[in-house]
Protein backbone atom coordinates (compact mmCIF):
# COMPACT_ATOMS: atom_id res chain seq x y z
CA UNK A 1 0.00 0.00 0.00
CA UNK A 2 3.00 2.04 0.74
CA UNK A 3 4.33 1.68 -3.02
CA UNK A 4 1.03 2.83 -4.03
CA UNK A 5 1.11 5.97 -2.21
CA UNK A 6 3.73 6.67 -3.40
CA UNK A 7 3.19 6.01 -7.15
CA UNK A 8 -0.07 8.01 -6.63
CA UNK A 9 1.28 11.44 -4.96
CA UNK A 10 4.07 13.61 -5.35
CA UNK A 11 6.30 13.85 -2.43
CA UNK A 12 8.00 17.32 -1.22
CA UNK A 13 10.33 18.28 1.28
CA UNK A 14 8.76 18.55 4.40
CA UNK A 15 8.22 21.64 5.65
CA UNK A 16 6.60 23.09 8.62
CA UNK A 17 3.27 25.08 7.78
CA UNK A 18 3.43 23.73 4.13
CA UNK A 19 1.09 20.84 1.87
CA UNK A 20 2.89 17.95 2.19
CA UNK A 21 0.97 16.58 -1.25
CA UNK A 22 -1.05 17.96 -4.09
CA UNK A 23 -3.73 16.09 -6.14
CA UNK A 24 -2.41 14.45 -8.93
CA UNK A 25 -4.84 13.80 -12.55
CA UNK A 26 -5.53 10.21 -11.79
CA UNK A 27 -7.09 11.65 -8.61
CA UNK A 28 -11.15 12.05 -8.41
CA UNK A 29 -10.37 15.26 -6.41
CA UNK A 30 -9.73 18.79 -8.16
CA UNK A 31 -5.96 19.26 -9.54
CA UNK A 32 -3.76 20.71 -7.36
CA UNK A 33 -5.47 20.60 -4.45
CA UNK A 34 -3.47 20.30 -0.92
CA UNK A 35 -4.65 16.94 0.60
CA UNK A 36 -2.10 16.42 3.40
CA UNK A 37 -1.73 19.89 4.95
CA UNK A 38 -0.35 19.53 8.49
CA UNK A 39 0.86 22.41 11.36
CA UNK A 40 3.81 20.57 13.32
CA UNK A 41 2.81 20.51 17.08
CA UNK A 42 3.78 23.68 19.26
CA UNK A 43 3.84 26.36 17.04
CA UNK A 44 0.95 28.97 17.64
CA UNK A 45 -0.27 31.58 15.90
CA UNK A 46 -0.91 35.37 17.11
CA UNK A 47 -3.57 37.73 15.91
CA UNK A 48 -2.29 39.83 12.97
CA UNK A 49 -1.29 42.92 13.89
CA UNK A 50 -3.19 46.25 12.42
CA UNK A 51 -1.95 49.44 13.86
CA UNK A 52 -4.35 52.58 12.96
CA UNK A 53 -2.40 55.63 13.09
CA UNK A 54 1.16 53.92 12.44
CA UNK A 55 3.28 51.55 10.71
CA UNK A 56 4.71 47.96 11.78
CA UNK A 57 7.80 45.86 10.87
CA UNK A 58 8.07 42.20 11.93
CA UNK A 59 10.54 39.99 12.21
CA UNK A 60 10.24 36.52 12.74
CA UNK A 61 12.87 33.51 13.38
CA UNK A 62 11.62 30.53 10.75
CA UNK A 63 11.28 33.18 7.42
CA UNK A 64 8.68 35.46 6.29
CA UNK A 65 6.18 32.40 5.06
CA UNK A 66 5.69 31.96 9.04
CA UNK A 67 4.46 35.22 10.04
CA UNK A 68 2.86 35.98 13.71
CA UNK A 69 3.99 32.47 15.03
CA UNK A 70 5.50 32.28 18.31
CA UNK A 71 9.06 34.41 18.45
CA UNK A 72 8.10 37.11 15.71
CA UNK A 73 8.74 40.33 17.29
CA UNK A 74 7.42 43.30 15.74
CA UNK A 75 8.43 47.18 15.68
CA UNK A 76 5.67 49.44 15.97
CA UNK A 77 5.95 53.30 14.52
CA UNK A 78 2.99 55.78 14.71
CA UNK A 79 2.51 58.53 12.52
CA UNK A 80 3.32 62.23 14.23
CA UNK A 81 0.88 63.16 16.82
CA UNK A 82 0.48 59.58 18.23
CA UNK A 83 2.26 57.64 20.38
CA UNK A 84 2.80 53.65 21.06
CA UNK A 85 2.63 52.05 24.54
CA UNK A 86 5.34 49.36 23.31
CA UNK A 87 7.44 50.32 20.78
CA UNK A 88 8.26 46.75 19.90
CA UNK A 89 5.36 43.29 20.58
CA UNK A 90 6.45 40.01 20.36
CA UNK A 91 4.31 36.77 19.57
CA UNK A 92 3.84 34.84 22.72
CA UNK A 93 3.08 30.70 23.36
CA UNK A 94 -0.02 31.88 24.59
CA UNK A 95 -1.12 33.14 21.22
CA UNK A 96 -1.26 36.64 22.34
CA UNK A 97 1.26 39.82 21.50
CA UNK A 98 3.26 40.77 24.44
CA UNK A 99 1.53 43.86 25.57
CA UNK A 100 -0.73 46.59 23.93
CA UNK A 101 0.44 48.34 20.27
CA UNK A 102 -2.31 49.92 19.37
CA UNK A 103 -1.15 54.11 18.48
CA UNK A 104 -2.74 56.56 20.75
CA UNK A 105 -3.33 60.47 20.01
CA UNK A 106 -0.98 62.74 22.22
CA UNK A 107 -2.78 64.52 24.71
CA UNK A 108 -1.25 67.34 26.97
CA UNK A 109 -2.37 67.83 30.27
CA UNK A 110 -5.56 70.37 30.91
CA UNK A 111 -5.10 73.78 30.86
CA UNK A 112 -6.37 75.58 34.30
CA UNK A 113 -8.75 78.37 33.45
CA UNK A 114 -7.15 81.59 33.62
CA UNK A 115 -8.52 84.07 37.05
CA UNK A 116 -10.75 86.43 35.39
CA UNK A 117 -10.37 84.74 32.26
CA UNK A 118 -10.92 81.41 30.16
CA UNK A 119 -9.38 79.69 27.03
CA UNK A 120 -10.93 78.71 23.74
CA UNK A 121 -8.71 75.54 21.85
CA UNK A 122 -9.15 73.91 18.34
CA UNK A 123 -9.36 70.36 19.44
CA UNK A 124 -8.99 70.02 23.12
CA UNK A 125 -5.87 68.80 24.43
CA UNK A 126 -4.59 66.59 22.12
CA UNK A 127 -1.33 67.12 19.71
CA UNK A 128 -1.24 70.43 17.80
CA UNK A 129 -4.69 71.87 19.68
CA UNK A 130 -4.22 75.79 19.67
CA UNK A 131 -5.60 77.49 22.58
CA UNK A 132 -6.52 81.23 22.67
CA UNK A 133 -6.39 83.09 25.97
CA UNK A 134 -9.00 85.48 26.63
CA UNK A 135 -9.76 87.41 30.05
CA UNK A 136 -12.92 89.17 30.95
CA UNK A 137 -13.78 92.94 30.23
CA UNK A 138 -12.14 95.40 31.90
CA UNK A 139 -8.74 93.15 32.65
CA UNK A 140 -5.93 92.65 30.31
CA UNK A 141 -3.93 89.42 29.66
CA UNK A 142 -0.49 89.33 30.77
CA UNK A 143 1.71 86.45 28.98
CA UNK A 144 1.51 84.80 25.50
CA UNK A 145 -2.23 84.95 23.80
CA UNK A 146 -1.51 81.77 22.36
CA UNK A 147 -0.78 77.81 23.75
CA UNK A 148 0.05 74.90 21.61
CA UNK A 149 0.24 71.33 22.59
CA UNK A 150 3.47 69.67 21.55
CA UNK A 151 4.85 65.79 20.91
CA UNK A 152 6.50 65.67 24.41
CA UNK A 153 2.82 66.22 26.01
CA UNK A 154 3.44 69.71 27.09
CA UNK A 155 2.27 73.05 26.37
CA UNK A 156 4.61 75.59 24.71
CA UNK A 157 4.07 77.91 26.92
CA UNK A 158 2.82 78.51 30.32
CA UNK A 159 -0.47 80.28 31.59
CA UNK A 160 -0.64 83.60 31.27
CA UNK A 161 -2.93 85.97 33.80
CA UNK A 162 -5.43 88.29 33.74
CA UNK A 163 -4.86 91.72 35.44
CA UNK A 164 -6.64 94.43 36.07
CA UNK A 165 -4.95 97.23 34.80
CA UNK A 166 -7.77 99.43 33.33
CA UNK A 167 -8.63 102.19 35.09
CA UNK A 168 -12.17 102.97 36.50
CA UNK A 169 -14.67 105.79 34.79
CA UNK A 170 -16.19 108.12 36.68
CA UNK A 171 -18.01 110.94 35.08
CA UNK A 172 -18.25 114.23 36.50
CA UNK A 173 -21.69 116.52 37.58
CA UNK A 174 -21.83 119.61 34.64
CA UNK A 175 -22.48 122.45 37.12
CA UNK A 176 -23.93 125.43 35.67
CA UNK A 177 -22.85 129.36 36.80
CA UNK A 178 -24.61 130.26 40.07
CA UNK A 179 -25.65 133.53 40.70
CA UNK A 180 -25.40 135.05 44.30
CA UNK A 181 -28.38 135.68 46.17
CA UNK A 182 -29.29 139.27 47.16
CA UNK A 183 -27.40 140.55 49.76
CA UNK A 184 -24.35 137.66 49.67
CA UNK A 185 -21.35 137.05 47.81
CA UNK A 186 -21.82 133.39 47.81
CA UNK A 187 -23.91 130.71 46.09
CA UNK A 188 -25.36 127.54 47.64
CA UNK A 189 -24.04 124.90 44.93
CA UNK A 190 -25.25 121.47 44.99
CA UNK A 191 -24.77 118.08 42.78
CA UNK A 192 -24.82 114.49 42.76
CA UNK A 193 -22.35 113.12 44.09
CA UNK A 194 -21.14 111.00 41.06
CA UNK A 195 -20.66 107.18 41.09
CA UNK A 196 -17.43 105.60 39.37
CA UNK A 197 -17.44 102.60 37.11
CA UNK A 198 -15.06 99.51 37.44
CA UNK A 199 -15.37 97.58 34.33
CA UNK A 200 -12.81 94.50 35.49
CA UNK A 201 -14.79 93.79 39.46
CA UNK A 202 -17.05 96.05 39.48
CA UNK A 203 -15.69 97.10 43.26
CA UNK A 204 -14.31 100.39 43.92
CA UNK A 205 -12.32 101.28 47.30
CA UNK A 206 -12.37 104.92 47.39
CA UNK A 207 -13.74 108.22 45.93
CA UNK A 208 -11.96 111.15 46.53
CA UNK A 209 -13.04 114.74 46.09
CA UNK A 210 -10.87 117.75 45.56
CA UNK A 211 -12.72 120.98 46.39
CA UNK A 212 -15.93 122.16 48.34
CA UNK A 213 -18.57 119.51 48.94
CA UNK A 214 -21.63 119.46 47.07
CA UNK A 215 -24.52 121.89 49.08
CA UNK A 216 -21.73 124.08 50.23
CA UNK A 217 -21.23 128.12 49.89
CA UNK A 218 -18.97 129.20 47.34
CA UNK A 219 -17.85 132.60 47.33
CA UNK A 220 -17.40 134.85 43.32
CA UNK A 221 -14.95 133.49 41.13
CA UNK A 222 -13.94 129.83 39.27
CA UNK A 223 -13.69 126.81 41.34
CA UNK A 224 -12.06 123.78 40.18
CA UNK A 225 -12.75 120.50 41.12
CA UNK A 226 -12.12 116.86 40.74
CA UNK A 227 -13.02 113.71 41.78
CA UNK A 228 -10.78 110.18 42.43
CA UNK A 229 -12.12 106.92 42.10
CA UNK A 230 -9.59 103.46 42.95
CA UNK A 231 -10.36 99.87 42.30
CA UNK A 232 -8.67 96.94 44.32
CA UNK A 233 -5.74 96.85 42.36
CA UNK A 234 -4.81 100.26 42.58
CA UNK A 235 -6.04 102.02 39.62
CA UNK A 236 -7.68 105.06 39.18
CA UNK A 237 -9.49 107.21 37.39
CA UNK A 238 -10.43 110.95 37.77
CA UNK A 239 -12.76 113.85 35.93
CA UNK A 240 -12.50 117.30 36.40
CA UNK A 241 -15.26 119.91 36.36
CA UNK A 242 -15.39 123.41 37.43
CA UNK A 243 -18.10 125.64 39.75
CA UNK A 244 -18.28 129.57 38.50
CA UNK A 245 -20.21 131.69 41.42
CA UNK A 246 -21.22 135.32 39.64
CA UNK A 247 -22.62 138.18 41.94
CA UNK A 248 -24.90 140.94 40.21
CA UNK A 249 -22.60 143.82 40.74
CA UNK A 250 -23.85 147.93 40.06
CA UNK A 251 -21.49 150.63 39.26
CA UNK A 252 -18.96 151.73 42.11
CA UNK A 253 -20.10 154.38 44.61
CA UNK A 254 -17.38 156.88 46.21
CA UNK A 255 -17.70 158.46 49.51
CA UNK A 256 -18.86 162.09 48.81
CA UNK A 257 -16.19 164.78 49.55
CA UNK A 258 -16.27 165.89 52.96
CA UNK A 259 -18.14 162.41 54.22
CA UNK A 260 -18.19 159.01 54.43
CA UNK A 261 -20.06 156.06 53.20
CA UNK A 262 -20.61 152.59 55.18
CA UNK A 263 -21.79 150.03 52.83
CA UNK A 264 -22.47 145.89 53.53
CA UNK A 265 -21.79 142.94 51.75
CA UNK A 266 -19.28 144.00 49.01
CA UNK A 267 -20.09 147.88 48.35
CA UNK A 268 -21.56 147.47 45.13
CA UNK A 269 -23.18 143.64 44.91
CA UNK A 270 -26.92 143.13 44.44
CA UNK A 271 -28.69 143.79 47.66
CA UNK A 272 -25.78 146.27 49.28
CA UNK A 273 -26.48 149.01 50.85
CA UNK A 274 -24.85 152.02 51.41
CA UNK A 275 -25.04 154.72 54.45
CA UNK A 276 -23.31 158.12 53.55
CA UNK A 277 -22.92 160.86 56.68
CA UNK A 278 -21.00 164.43 56.62
CA UNK A 279 -17.88 165.41 58.32
CA UNK A 280 -19.35 167.66 61.11
CA UNK A 281 -19.75 171.16 59.49
CA UNK A 282 -20.87 169.48 56.33
CA UNK A 283 -24.48 168.99 55.81
CA UNK A 284 -25.74 165.87 53.34
CA UNK A 285 -27.62 166.80 50.16
CA UNK A 286 -29.17 163.71 48.21
CA UNK A 287 -29.84 160.10 49.56
CA UNK A 288 -28.62 159.20 53.09
CA UNK A 289 -29.05 155.46 51.69
CA UNK A 290 -28.69 153.47 48.52
CA UNK A 291 -29.34 150.15 47.73
CA UNK A 292 -27.80 148.18 44.58
CA UNK A 293 -31.09 147.05 42.34
CA UNK A 294 -31.73 144.08 40.50
CA UNK A 295 -31.36 146.09 37.30
CA UNK A 296 -27.69 146.74 38.83
CA UNK A 297 -28.65 150.64 38.99
CA UNK A 298 -29.06 152.61 42.09
CA UNK A 299 -31.64 153.45 44.30
CA UNK A 300 -31.96 157.20 45.56
CA UNK A 301 -30.26 160.17 43.92
CA UNK A 302 -26.38 161.02 44.27
CA UNK A 303 -25.22 162.05 47.53
CA UNK A 304 -23.22 165.08 48.35
CA UNK A 305 -21.45 167.09 51.61
CA UNK A 306 -22.04 170.63 51.24
CA UNK A 307 -20.73 173.22 53.92
CA UNK A 308 -22.82 174.02 57.26
CA UNK A 309 -24.57 176.77 56.74
CA UNK A 310 -24.10 178.75 60.02
CA UNK A 311 -27.11 181.69 60.47
CA UNK A 312 -25.81 184.39 62.63
CA UNK A 313 -29.17 185.99 62.38
CA UNK A 314 -30.69 184.07 65.28
CA UNK A 315 -32.15 185.65 67.98
CA UNK A 316 -30.65 183.80 70.97
CA UNK A 317 -27.69 182.10 71.66
CA UNK A 318 -29.43 178.72 72.16
CA UNK A 319 -30.63 179.04 68.79
CA UNK A 320 -27.39 179.10 67.84
CA UNK A 321 -25.64 176.48 69.48
CA UNK A 322 -28.47 174.32 68.17
CA UNK A 323 -27.81 174.40 64.76
CA UNK A 324 -24.06 172.41 65.77
CA UNK A 325 -25.98 169.74 67.81
CA UNK A 326 -24.32 166.45 67.10
CA UNK A 327 -22.52 168.19 63.86
CA UNK A 328 -19.31 169.90 65.49
CA UNK A 329 -17.37 170.17 68.56
CA UNK A 330 -16.70 174.41 70.01
CA UNK A 331 -13.89 176.16 71.27
CA UNK A 332 -15.08 179.16 72.55
CA UNK A 333 -12.31 181.80 73.30
CA UNK A 334 -13.22 184.72 75.55
CA UNK A 335 -11.04 187.80 76.04
CA UNK A 336 -11.73 191.18 76.95
CA UNK A 337 -9.53 192.96 74.55
CA UNK A 338 -7.96 191.86 71.06
CA UNK A 339 -4.68 192.78 73.02
CA UNK A 340 -4.53 190.16 75.59
CA UNK A 341 -2.02 188.99 75.37
CA UNK A 342 -3.19 185.08 76.17
CA UNK A 343 -5.82 185.48 73.14
CA UNK A 344 -3.12 186.41 70.93
CA UNK A 345 -1.29 183.25 72.27
CA UNK A 346 -3.40 180.80 71.60
CA UNK A 347 -4.99 182.26 68.50
CA UNK A 348 -1.49 181.99 66.95
CA UNK A 349 -1.13 178.59 68.30
CA UNK A 350 -4.40 177.29 66.94
CA UNK A 351 -3.91 179.02 63.28
CA UNK A 352 -1.34 176.62 62.39
CA UNK A 353 -3.55 173.71 63.75
CA UNK A 354 -6.59 174.39 61.58
CA UNK A 355 -6.26 170.81 59.62
CA UNK A 356 -6.30 168.98 63.27
CA UNK A 357 -9.59 171.31 64.46
CA UNK A 358 -11.50 170.23 61.22
CA UNK A 359 -10.29 166.55 61.42
CA UNK A 360 -11.85 166.95 64.94
CA UNK A 361 -14.97 168.50 63.48
CA UNK A 362 -14.24 171.56 66.16
CA UNK A 363 -15.54 175.33 65.25
CA UNK A 364 -13.78 178.01 66.90
CA UNK A 365 -16.43 181.15 68.25
CA UNK A 366 -14.49 184.36 69.23
CA UNK A 367 -15.70 186.48 71.87
CA UNK A 368 -13.39 189.69 71.83
CA UNK A 369 -14.23 192.92 74.24
CA UNK A 370 -17.14 193.83 76.75
CA UNK A 371 -20.37 195.09 75.93
CA UNK A 372 -21.74 197.19 73.82
CA UNK A 373 -18.33 197.37 72.20
CA UNK A 374 -17.25 193.57 72.33
CA UNK A 375 -16.96 191.44 68.89
CA UNK A 376 -18.48 187.65 67.97
CA UNK A 377 -16.75 185.74 65.13
CA UNK A 378 -17.20 182.04 63.48
CA UNK A 379 -14.17 182.29 60.55
CA UNK A 380 -14.91 185.69 58.91
CA UNK A 381 -18.32 185.74 59.84
CA UNK A 382 -19.21 188.77 63.09
CA UNK A 383 -22.24 187.93 65.42
CA UNK A 384 -24.12 190.58 66.57
CA UNK A 385 -22.91 191.94 69.78
CA UNK A 386 -26.51 191.34 71.59
CA UNK A 387 -25.98 187.33 70.38
CA UNK A 388 -22.38 187.61 71.45
CA UNK A 389 -23.34 188.94 75.15
CA UNK A 390 -26.34 185.99 75.10
CA UNK A 391 -23.53 183.54 74.44
CA UNK A 392 -21.24 184.59 77.26
CA UNK A 393 -24.10 185.13 79.74
CA UNK A 394 -26.02 181.01 78.68
CA UNK A 395 -22.24 179.46 79.34
CA UNK A 396 -21.49 181.66 82.31
CA UNK A 397 -18.16 183.07 80.53
CA UNK A 398 -16.50 186.39 82.28
CA UNK A 399 -15.97 189.46 80.01
CA UNK A 400 -13.20 190.44 81.87
CA UNK A 401 -10.81 187.67 81.84
CA UNK A 402 -9.59 185.18 79.48
CA UNK A 403 -11.28 182.10 79.53
CA UNK A 404 -12.07 178.86 76.62
CA UNK A 405 -15.10 176.71 77.39
CA UNK A 406 -15.07 173.17 75.10
CA UNK A 407 -18.41 171.52 74.73
CA UNK A 408 -18.87 168.38 72.83
CA UNK A 409 -21.58 167.51 69.86
CA UNK A 410 -24.20 167.38 72.37
CA UNK A 411 -23.39 170.89 73.90
CA UNK A 412 -22.13 169.73 76.77
CA UNK A 413 -19.56 171.68 78.89
CA UNK A 414 -16.18 169.64 78.74
CA UNK A 415 -13.76 171.60 80.02
CA UNK A 416 -12.71 175.22 80.61
CA UNK A 417 -9.26 176.96 80.25
CA UNK A 418 -8.73 179.98 82.12
CA UNK A 419 -5.09 180.12 80.32
CA UNK A 420 -3.57 179.20 76.77
CA UNK A 421 -2.70 175.62 75.76
CA UNK A 422 -1.34 174.28 73.22
CA UNK A 423 -2.93 172.43 70.03
CA UNK A 424 -1.46 168.92 71.41
CA UNK A 425 -2.77 169.58 74.56
CA UNK A 426 -6.30 170.54 72.70
CA UNK A 427 -6.14 167.54 70.79
CA UNK A 428 -5.43 164.72 73.27
CA UNK A 429 -8.47 165.98 75.68
CA UNK A 430 -10.83 165.51 72.28
CA UNK A 431 -9.32 162.62 71.39
CA UNK A 432 -10.86 160.98 74.25
CA UNK A 433 -14.11 161.47 74.02
CA UNK A 434 -16.05 158.46 73.02
CA UNK A 435 -17.72 159.16 69.84
CA UNK A 436 -14.51 160.53 68.72
CA UNK A 437 -12.91 156.97 68.61
CA UNK A 438 -15.26 156.09 66.29
CA UNK A 439 -14.44 158.90 64.04
CA UNK A 440 -11.12 158.16 64.27
CA UNK A 441 -11.74 154.59 62.89
CA UNK A 442 -13.79 155.72 60.00
CA UNK A 443 -10.84 158.25 59.27
CA UNK A 444 -8.48 155.84 59.29
CA UNK A 445 -10.03 154.25 56.86
CA UNK A 446 -10.93 156.30 54.68
CA UNK A 447 -7.44 157.87 54.67
CA UNK A 448 -8.40 161.05 56.56
CA UNK A 449 -4.88 162.44 57.83
CA UNK A 450 -3.39 165.80 58.85
CA UNK A 451 0.52 165.76 57.73
CA UNK A 452 0.95 168.24 60.46
Not at 21 to 33: F, I, N, R
Not at 190 to 201: F, I, L, N, R
Not at 250 to 276: E, H, R, V
Not at 294 to 303: E, K
Request: with cysteine; charged share 20%; hydrophobic share 35%.
Amino acid sequence: SLLWLLSVFRLFDIHMGKCFAYVTDSMLQPKGQCVLCLRPAGTPWCAPIKVKHGDVSCRTPRGEHFRNVMGTRCKIRCKQGYEVQSPEVVCMASKHWSSNYACREIRCPKLDMPINGGYKCSDGSYFNSRCEFFCSPGFSLKGHKTATCQHNKAWSIGLPTCVDIEPPKIKCPNVKDKWAEPGKLTARVTWDTPEGVDTADGILTDVILKGKPPKSDFPEGLHKMSYTVFDRAGNKGSCRFSVRVRVRRCSPLFPPDNGYMKCNGDGDNYGATCDFTCTGGFELQGSAARVCQYGLTWSGSDTTCTAMNINVGVRTAAALLDQFYEKRRLLIISAPTAANHNYRFQMTNLQHAQCGLDLRHMTVIELVGTYPAQVGRIRHRLLPPGLALQLRLLLQIPQRSFQMVLLDKQGIDKQRYPFPITAAELFTTVDTFPLRKDEMVLQQQAGQTCQS
